[in-house]
C-alpha cells in the first residue's frame, strides 16, 4: 500500500510540473560585450604636413610603420577598439588618373563579402575639395568606411578604417558607426596647406 502512495504522489507531481509548463521555450539571441563610447571631442591635426584636419582626442596619430620612405602617410589609432584610420597621401604629377583607379581597386575588393556599397561625393570648390566617400555594409568586410581626397591638381590622399580584430561587425556596429562620425567629422575640417 505503501509503494502505491509513493507511486500515486509521483504521478501527481509530475503531470502537475509537465501542466504547468505550457509556454514555449524561445532561445535569446546571441548578446555582445557593451561597448562604452567616450563624448565626442576633436583636437587639430596642424603639422607640416600639406594638410590639416580635426581628430578625435581620444585617438593618436602615428607615422606609418610599414612605408618609412613616405613622410606623410600616417595612422590616426583607436587602441581601444583596436582600430585604424590609415592615412595616405601623394603628391599629383599627372597621374590623379591612377590613383583615382587604385582607390577604386581598393574598394571593389570588398565585393565579394559587402551586402551594399553606398559612395557619397565630396564637393567643397571653396576648400579645393573634391573626393568620395565609400559606405562598404557586410558582416565580415575587412574595411567599412574608406574615402579619398584631392584638389585636383597637386594633392591626393586616401583614408581607409581597418579593425585589428577577426571581422564580425554585427558586434563592432557601435563602434563603426562612432568612428564613422569621426571620420565625417574629419572630411568637414579637412584643409589642404598651398604652402607645401
Known amino acids: 500500500m505503501q509503494t502505491l502512495k509513493k507511486i500515486s ?10 501542466s504547468s509548463c505550457n509556454q514555449h521555450y524561445t532561445p535569446k539571441p546571441r548578446g555582445y560585450f557593451r561597448i562604452d563610447l567616450p563624448r565626442k571631442s576633436y583636437q587639430m591635426f596642424d603639422s607640416t604636413f600639406p594638410y590639416t584636419f ?8 602615428t607615422n606609418d610603420p610599414y612605408s618609412p620612405g613616405q613622410k606623410y602617410w600616417i595612422n590616426i589609432r583607436y587602441p581601444k577598439y583596436k582600430a585604424t584610420i590609415h592615412i595616405s597621401y601623394k603628391k599629383v604629377k599627372n597621374n ?14 570588398h565585393i565579394p563579402k559587402a551586402n551594399a556599397i553606398n559612395d ?33 591638381s597637386s594633392h591626393f590622399l586616401r583614408g581607409a578604417l581597418y579593425f585589428h580584430v577577426v ?11 562612432f568612428i564613422k562620425s569621426d571620420i565625417r567629422h574629419l572630411l568637414n575640417t579637412f584643409q589642404w596647406k598651398d604652402n607645401n
Request: net charge negative; charged share 20%.
Open 9 to 18: 504522489l509521483y504521478i501527481f507531481l509530475s503531470g502537475f510540473l509537465f
Open 54 to 61: 580635426a581628430y578625435s582626442t581620444y585617438a593618436h596619430i
Open 96 to 109: 590623379l588618373i591612377k590613383y583615382l583607379e587604385d582607390s577604386r581597386k581598393m574598394v571593389i575588393k
Open 120 to 152: 557619397s561625393l565630396i564637393i567643397d570648390p571653396q576648400r579645393h575639395l573634391y573626393g568620395m566617400a565609400y559606405d562598404i555594409e557586410g558582416n565580415s568586410v575587412a574595411s567599412p568606411y574608406q574615402f579619398i581626397l584631392t584638389d585636383s
Open 167 to 177: 571581422p564580425n561587425n554585427d558586434s563592432l556596429e557601435p563602434v563603426i558607426k
